[in-house]
C-alpha cells in the first residue's frame, strides 16, 4: 500500500502518522486481539501484569523526573500529580494481581522480562541525559498510545472475560483520553520552541517508545522470563 507523505499542522499528528506502522501492529498484535475477544490465554494476561506493574515503579521515576525538569510550573505541578497517582495506581495494581491469583510477594519476586528492563532502561536514560522536549516525546507513546488502543477496542463487541472488559475500559476512558491529550499539548509546545536538531531527537524518542510499546506486547505473548 502506498504511504502518503505525514505532512500536518501539528508535530504530534506528525508523529504519529511516522509511527503509523508500529501503532498498526500493536493494534493487530495476537495479544491486543485476545485482550478484545475475551479469548487471551490467562497465563499470558498474568505475566503482562507481572511485567506492568514493574514498569509502572520506574514509571513512576520517570514522571518525577519530568516534574523536576519541567520549564513551566504549571507542568511541573501536573506531572508532580501524575507521579502521585502512578503511586497510588502501584497499589491498584496490587489488587488487580489478586484477581487473577498473583500475590503481593509475587510482584515483588517478579525479574524484568528484556523487553520490560530495555524500555524503562530507555525512558529513565532518556530523563537523566536527555533535554525536556525528548524526554515529553519518549512518554508520549504510552500514554496516547494506550488511550487509543483502549478506545479501538472499546469499539468492538464487549469481550466476555469482564476482567479484560474492564481494562479496556479503563484506557477508553474520557480521564484516560483528557490525560493523553494533555500530554500531546505539551510534546507539541516544546517542539514548537525547539530547534531543528531538537525536533529530530524527539521524533528518535517518540519513534524508539513505539518499537518499545510494541515488544512488551510480545513480551506477554511469549511469556518472556528474565
Same mark, same amino acid.
Given at each position: 500500500?502506498?504511504?502518503?507523505?505525514?505532512?500536518?499542522?501539528?508535530?504530534?499528528?506528525?508523529?504519529?502518522?511516522?509511527?503509523?506502522?508500529?501503532?498498526?501492529?500493536?493494534?493487530?498484535?495476537?495479544?491486543?486481539? +485476545?485482550?478484545? #475477544?475475551?479469548? %487471551? $490465554?490467562? =497465563?499470558?494476561?498474568?505475566?503482562?501484569? !507481572?511485567?506492568?506493574?514493574? &514498569? /509502572? *515503579?520506574?514509571?513512576?521515576?520517570?514522571?518525577?523526573?519530568?516534574?523536576?525538569?519541567?520549564?513551566?510550573?504549571?507542568?511541573?505541578?501536573?506531572?508532580?500529580?501524575?507521579?502521585?497517582?502512578?503511586?497510588?495506581?502501584?497499589?491498584?495494581?496490587?489488587?488487580?494481581?489478586?484477581?487473577? +491469583?498473583?500475590? #503481593?510477594?509475587? %510482584? $515483588?519476586? =517478579?525479574?524484568?522480562?528484556?523487553?520490560? !528492563?530495555?524500555?524503562?532502561? &530507555? /525512558? *529513565?536514560?532518556?530523563?537523566?541525559?536527555?533535554?525536556?522536549?525528548?524526554?515529553?516525546?519518549?512518554?508520549?507513546?504510552?500514554?496516547?498510545?494506550?488511550?487509543?488502543?483502549?478506545?479501538?477496542?472499546?469499539?468492538?463487541?464487549?469481550?466476555?472475560?469482564?476482567?479484560?472488559?474492564?481494562?479496556?475500559?479503563?484506557?477508553?476512558?474520557? $480521564?484516560?483520553?483528557?490525560?493523553?491529550?494533555?500530554? !500531546?499539548?505539551?510534546?507539541?509546545?516544546?517542539?514548537?520552541?525547539?530547534?531543528?536538531?531538537?525536533?529530530?531527537?524527539?521524533?528518535?524518542?517518540?519513534?524508539?517508545?513505539?518499537?518499545?510499546?510494541?515488544?512488551?506486547?510480545?513480551?506477554?505473548?511469549?511469556?518472556?522470563?528474565?
Amino acid at each position: 500500500m502506498l504511504r502518503l507523505p505525514c505532512v500536518n499542522e501539528r508535530f504530534t499528528d506528525a508523529l504519529r502518522c511516522e509511527a503509523e506502522p508500529l501503532w498498526r501492529a500493536q493494534l493487530e498484535h495476537p495479544f491486543v486481539q +485476545g485482550l478484545a #475477544a475475551g479469548t %487471551l $490465554d490467562p =497465563e499470558r494476561f498474568r505475566r503482562y501484569i !507481572r511485567q506492568d506493574y514493574l &514498569f /509502572l *515503579l520506574e514509571y513512576a521515576r520517570l514522571l518525577s523526573l519530568a516534574s523536576a525538569r519541567a520549564p513551566r510550573a504549571d507542568v511541573a505541578r501536573r506531572f508532580a500529580e501524575l507521579t502521585l497517582e502512578t503511586w497510588t495506581e502501584v497499589e491498584l495494581h496490587r489488587s488487580y494481581a489478586v484477581e487473577w +491469583g498473583i500475590s #503481593a510477594a509475587e %510482584l $515483588d519476586a =517478579e525479574p524484568a522480562a528484556p523487553a520490560t !528492563r530495555a524500555y524503562a532502561d &530507555f /525512558l *529513565l536514560r532518556t530523563a537523566a541525559l536527555g533535554d525536556f522536549p525528548e524526554l515529553v516525546a519518549a512518554l508520549l507513546p504510552c500514554v496516547w498510545g494506550y488511550s487509543e488502543l483502549g478506545r479501538r477496542l472499546a469499539g468492538l463487541p464487549r469481550p466476555s472475560e469482564e476482567r479484560y472488559a474492564r481494562w479496556i475500559e479503563l484506557y477508553a476512558s474520557d $480521564d484516560f483520553g483528557e490525560l493523553a491529550s494533555w500530554c !500531546r499539548a505539551v510534546v507539541d509546545a516544546e517542539a514548537a520552541a525547539a530547534s531543528l536538531e531538537t525536533r529530530a531527537r524527539m521524533r528518535a524518542a517518540f519513534l524508539t517508545s513505539s518499537r518499545h510499546e510494541l515488544a512488551f506486547w510480545q513480551m506477554g505473548w511469549e511469556l518472556q522470563s528474565s
